[in-house]
């Protein structure tokens, strides 16, 4: 990746010094410069087309490019095809440049990007060929795995030093970062949201759902392995997570919570019959609520990614232009992607904090108190 990203820079006669450069390979977070480097000395450097590969999913997980070569971690492709399943590792595809058992990663069309069943010319897709079931473990599979391992790891061993220690005990390394947002979330969200009677119900999922959207958040910001994957910026994953607070709100809704929906208190009559217009748009309500969390989640992450690609193309593009003004534009992009480093590192909390507290806020709807 980082020698890739410096012969791109070469390539594009931007002899720039290697510190600078480094420091904008470290800040951008951008694994993906390494296929669009490859691309960029024959056909030019295409930044929508480096930007798009980078947000998107991948059947390996690409670690750096040295020469000619590329280092890579192939990710298990599993796919049942007429009821016959088919296993075998991603590197078979090579980089999505051959088949393999007549599969191969389409480049175009409906499912660019994904394995499609190809004629036997290699890369055609078959238009005759039957539903294909993909159960492959991609890149932001692997790493919603491994993140998931990382926090199971570190909430187990300060949980023993709890145990071990007491509650009352001082909070010596990771409990004394995680012990302060752990309180914040107990007091100041699900407290806050939900109420005293059932707040502790809750608490468990809320503390998950914040732990992983922010993890995964900051993970997405870190430039190299096991980071870089765009988890929360995949809509499939932001789905997921919706899904879970739309079906947990449902599973323990008490009947006021029904009552409000379908006969909400202090609206005129009219309002209810003989159209019951509150109702259907309560009930709509229902289900528009979890789509504006996945919404929210999604394009936020997914922006700050394109904003800070943005930057690091403008050296490449400007660049190709003329070499003066790579030099010229260069330490403009630097100072505007560390600047938006530290606003997504702000904003990875943010969006992890609000996708708890809404969470809860509709937990708390669920079950109103009676004095509500």
Known sequence: MGFRFLEIFKNKGLSMTRPLLFL??????????AAGGADGEKEGFNAGKVIVEHVLDSYDWHIADIGNASISIPLPVILVYEGRPYFFPSSRFHHGHSAHKGFAIAHEGPRKGRIVKVLDDGHTPDPN????????MT?????????????????????RKYKREGSKAVPRGLQSFLEPIVLFIRDEVALTAIGEKHYQRF?????????????NNLLGLVPFFPGGANVTGNISVTMVLALFTFFTTQLFSTKGYW?????????PVWLKLPLP??????????????FVLMVRLFANITAGHMIILGFVSLIFVLGGVATAVGY????????FMIFMNFIELLV????????TFFSALFFGMAVPEEHH
């Open 24 to 33: 904008v390979l470290l800040l951008s977070g951008v694994p993906a410069l």
């Open 129 to 136: 060929a039957s539903f294909l079931a993909d159960l492959s």
């Open 139 to 159: 890149k932001n599979v692997a790493a919603v795995l491994l993140s998931s391992f990382l926090l199971c790891l570190i909430f187990v061993s300060v949980g």
């Open 203 to 215: 608490l468990p999922y809320l503390l998950t759902l914040f732990f992983f959207v922010f993890f």
């Open 259 to 267: 009552k409000h929906i379908f006969n909400t208190p202090g609206v």
């Open 277 to 290: 217009l509150m109702p259907i748009i309560e009930l709509i309500g229902v289900f528009v609520k979890p």
């Open 328 to 335: 010229v534009i260069s330490p403009l992009s630097l100072l």
């Open 348 to 355: 990875a909390f943010i969006q992890a904090y609000v996708f």
